[in-house]
């Protein structure tokens, strides 16, 4: 049941954008996105839910396609500050709590 | 307002021996989930613990274990470990939200554990 990301890794010049790609074999109710820096904490970012239903974090977007059972996390003008490893979880309607984490991307952003 | 705190931070074991891992949740916060992360890989669910029980267990061995306690904080024991043992365990708390399908999570630093 865990989802697999892509790109593993992606190097930007500040100013780029970025799109990271999250797909599930199973159903999905909600599909949430985290971002890890080096030897810290995974940091929450938004959830989508099924219906449509969007939370957003900062300048970070993204969408989630039901039918595709697939979520893509877009970041736009991208800043120093976003390099890290973006992790998206993906959790059923009965699984509170419970999230099926991907490999994760490892996003680059250089100067 | 403090977040997830864990403890310790690094640990070094031994192969066959036992460890507990601690966790106090964000304020306000009454359900913890613990999570094994491997290196380069994304963090894996071991169990979640609301109301002082296991409410949900991941595909780990009885060899995991953990408690609940009144204030919301909670342990981890791992009996007879294993090289394979040897990872960043995460802890993330949660509020329960009634009728709410989601939560998000609030993880800790993690305690990086290494069995020799």
């Known amino acids: 049941q865990q989802p697999v990301q892509s790109p593993q890794a992606v190097i930007l010049r500040e100013g780029e954008d970025a799109v990271i790609n999250c797909s599930s074999s199973k159903a999905l109710y909600s599909v949430h996105w985290y971002r890890q820096k080096h030897g810290e904490a995974p940091v929450f970012l938004m959830i989508l839910l099924k219906g449509g239903e969007q939370k957003g974090h900062e300048k970070i977007s993204a969408s989630f396609n039901e039918k595709k059972q697939q979520s893509s996390l877009y970041l736009t003008a991208s800043q120093l500050s976003y390099s890290g490893t973006y992790f998206c979880?993906?959790?059923?309607?009965?699984?509170?709590?419970?999230?099926?984490f991907g490999r994760g991307t490892q996003l680059t952003v250089w100067p | 307002d403090a977040g997830v705190t864990q403890s310790p931070t690094h640990l070094i074991k031994t192969r066959g021996q036992q460890v507990t891992l601690r966790c106090s949740p964000k304020?306000?916060?009454?359900?913890v989930s613990w999570y094994q992360q491997a290196l380069g890989q994304g963090p894996q669910f071991i169990f979640q613990y609301y109301e002082e029980e296991e409410r949900q267990r991941g595909n780990f061995p009885d060899r995991f274990s953990g408690h609940q306690f009144p204030n919301y904080s909670s342990e981890l024991n791992v009996n007879a470990l294993l090289l394979g043992d040897s990872a960043l365990y995460l802890c993330?708390?949660?509020?329960?939200?009634?009728?709410?399908?989601?939560?998000?999570?609030?993880f800790g630093n993690g305690t990086r554990l290494t069995v020799t």
């Open positions: 993330a708390s949660s509020l329960e939200v009634p009728g709410q399908g989601y939560s998000p999570l609030h």
């Open positions: 979880g993906t959790g059923g309607g009965s699984t509170l709590g419970r999230l099926y």
């Open positions: 304020s306000g916060h009454d359900t």
